[in-house]
């Protein structure tokens, strides 16, 4: 064919679609009954509504010129097309826009220039789109694919959106296939059901990515979501999402009265070393895991992380090495003990939403650490230090010295004890003096009763019991009292304990204000 000649063997309904073709304008083949109109449906659509995918290929790769005043554009709405539709390998300049159209073999978008390209309410059985490179959106809302997509490496210039689109999956159990894909602006799948794995491992979005209200399982697979690497300019949202959305209102606040759907994921969620610009987003999501499943955060860097999640029953949640700036969840969001890795997961502050009382931040950590790691104490004690909460962050210390201390061999685990309940390792100085006092007292009342017999009777001084057990009790000074008496029998046991009791205080007392010193510095 050359030049604007229209192919002879055209039937009625491709004739129309080539005229529309070349006035830009829509060519609606539905008939105007909800029922008949689905494309998902079993209502037959006869020739009156049938076009071949070769002439939709020949009208974008070799169509016909313009009608004068008007731009050529491919804008099909209600078509049955028959035969495979491949446009690998080529430049096309014209917008595609198909909706509500039922494709009886794949589409073939391979290594193919295209502008915006629409797909809305369509029954596809695949989409093949490696490597695809769009100077506009892709848009492919409400459709069904019944193998899934495979874009990857896949350019799109602006927005991706699979709103309320429903992937199942390939031969090889993928709904979704998009390693490496690279989106310039957002990337929307809310609403989005799949049912196999989606891959967007090396993935780049340049705006935000949104699952909300999406509902992703793969049951025949470790993953729902693999996502290892992924980069998002701004934030993921996994969150619940309006039904019935409109598109041209995604990411914005739904109307009063919108029934929102959140989202649910059964399988695991990978998204180790996975950067986000602005934040990840987790709240009022439904983990249905396996033993060995997992959502893996681990290496995911973050300004912010919103943790809160309904309490998945079975399954890991791993933050091992993760860094976030500030760590927003609920006491209730998180697992049980071996259900958590906090090990090396470093956070700045702590901005709990409801209720988080110390208790349960230090359940928390006993969860993450089956066994003694003194990493995750540190991190919770420097954050509440941080926002000026030094009496629980001395709390949390404490804890981390007594499960240290149970992995200690007999005689280091006394000592431990014995510093635990004299001074709390320092950090309960006040305890000090209470012990002091108290064996001051004791000592005074003992030797009052239980005088000793002076060493010199010409040169020894007043007899005191008070100052006597304070000169005991105190290794740096020297009173003159303890050096003028001679003890023997029990009060000489008890002078000796009151001597070794006055250094090991005072030797704890130093420690712990060497420690609060290098705290403060």
């Given at each position: 064919?050359?030049?604007?000649?229209?192919?002879?063997?055209?039937?009625?309904?491709?004739?129309?679609?080539?005229?529309?073709?070349?006035?830009?304008?829509?060519?609606?083949l539905r008939v105007g009954d909800e029922v008949q109109d689905d494309a998902n449906g079993t209502w037959p659509w006869g020739a009156e509504r049938t076009v071949r995918a070769r002439m939709v290929a020949l009208l974008l790769l070799s169509g016909p010129s313009a009608l004068?005043?008007?731009?050529?554009?491919?804008?099909?709405?209600?078509?049955?097309?028959?035969?495979?539709?491949?446009?690998?390998?080529?430049?096309?300049?014209?917008?595609?826009?198909?909706?509500?159209?039922?494709?009886?073999?794949?589409?073939?978008?391979v290594d193919c220039q295209m502008r915006t390209v629409i797909f809305d309410g369509c029954a596809i059985p695949a989409l093949e789109a490696a490597r695809l490179t769009t100077t506009g959106d892709l848009q492919l809302s409400d459709c069904t694919m019944s193998s899934g997509i495979s874009m990857p490496q896949a350019q799109i210039g602006t927005d991706l959106t699979v709103n309320s689109s429903r992937l199942y999956r390939d031969r090889r159990g993928k709904a979704w296939i998009g390693d490496g894909l690279n989106v310039g602006q957002d990337l929307n799948a809310e609403l989005l059901s799949a049912s196999g794995e989606i891959s967007l491992r090396g993935a780049r979005v340049g705006g935000q990515f949104s699952l909300r209200g999406a509902s992703l399982s793969n049951r025949y697979g470790r993953w729902a979501l693999n996502a290892l690497r992924l980069v998002v300019e701004e934030s993921l949202f996994l969150t619940p999402g309006a039904e019935r959305q409109d598109i041209s209102q995604i990411?914005?606040?739904?109307?009063?009265?919108?029934?929102?759907?959140?989202?649910?994921?059964?399988?695991?969620?990978?998204?180790?070393?996975?950067?986000?610009?602005?934040?990840?987003?987790?709240?009022?999501?439904?983990?249905?895991?396996?033993?060995?499943?997992?959502?893996?955060?681990?290496?995911?860097?973050?300004?912010?992380?919103?943790?809160?999640?309904?309490?998945?029953?079975?399954?890991?949640?791993?933050?091992?090495?993760?860094?976030?700036?500030?760590?927003?969840?609920?006491?209730?969001?998180?697992?049980?003990?071996?259900?958590?890795?906090?090990?090396?997961?470093?956070?700045?502050?702590?901005?709990?939403?409801?209720?988080?009382?110390?208790?349960?931040?230090?359940?928390?950590?006993?969860?993450?650490?089956?066994?003694?790691s003194p990493e995750p104490y540190d991190r919770l004690a420097a954050s509440l230090r941080a926002t000026g909460e030094d009496a629980d962050a001395n709390v949390v210390v404490l804890a981390k010295f007594r499960r240290r201390r149970a992995d200690l061999p007999l005689a280091p685990r006394a000592w431990e004890v014995f510093q635990d309940v004299a001074l709390g390792y320092g950090y309960r100085p006040a305890r000090g003096l209470f012990w002091l006092l108290s064996l001051w007292l004791a000592g005074s009342l003992w030797f009052a009763s239980h005088p000793p017999p002076p060493l010199n009777a010409e040169e020894a001084p007043h007899w005191q019991p008070v100052i006597y057990t304070l000169d005991l009790l105190l290794p740096v000074l020297d009173l003159g009292q303890e050096a003028a008496w001679r003890t023997s029998g029990a009060s000489q046991w008890i002078a000796l304990s009151l001597v070794i009791l006055g250094w090991l205080l005072a030797t704890i007392v130093t420690a712990g204000a060497a420690a609060v010193i290098l705290r403060r510095n």
């Open positions: 064919m050359a030049g604007d000649e229209v192919p002879e063997d055209l039937t009625p309904a491709e004739f129309g679609m080539w005229q529309a073709f070349r006035n830009g304008s829509a060519y609606d004068p005043g008007r731009a050529a554009a491919l804008k099909i709405t209600g078509a049955r097309i028959t035969g495979p539709l491949d446009l690998s390998n080529s430049q096309i300049d014209v917008p595609v826009e198909l909706r509500g159209c039922r494709f009886e073999a794949p589409v073939r978008l990411g914005g606040t739904p109307a009063l009265g919108t029934r929102m759907r959140r989202t649910e994921v059964h399988g695991g969620v990978l998204l180790d070393g996975a950067t986000f610009g602005n934040g990840l987003v987790i709240e009022r999501v439904r983990f249905v895991l396996a033993d060995d499943q997992s959502v893996s955060l681990q290496s995911v860097q973050a300004p912010e992380l919103r943790f809160m999640p309904e309490r998945p029953e079975r399954g890991t949640i791993i933050l091992a090495n993760a860094t976030v700036g500030r760590l927003v969840d609920r006491a209730d969001s998180w697992p049980g003990p071996g259900q958590l890795v906090l090990q090396g997961f470093t956070y700045e502050t702590l901005a709990p939403i409801g209720p988080f009382p110390l208790a349960a931040r230090m359940a928390w950590l006993a969860a993450a650490t089956p066994d003694y």
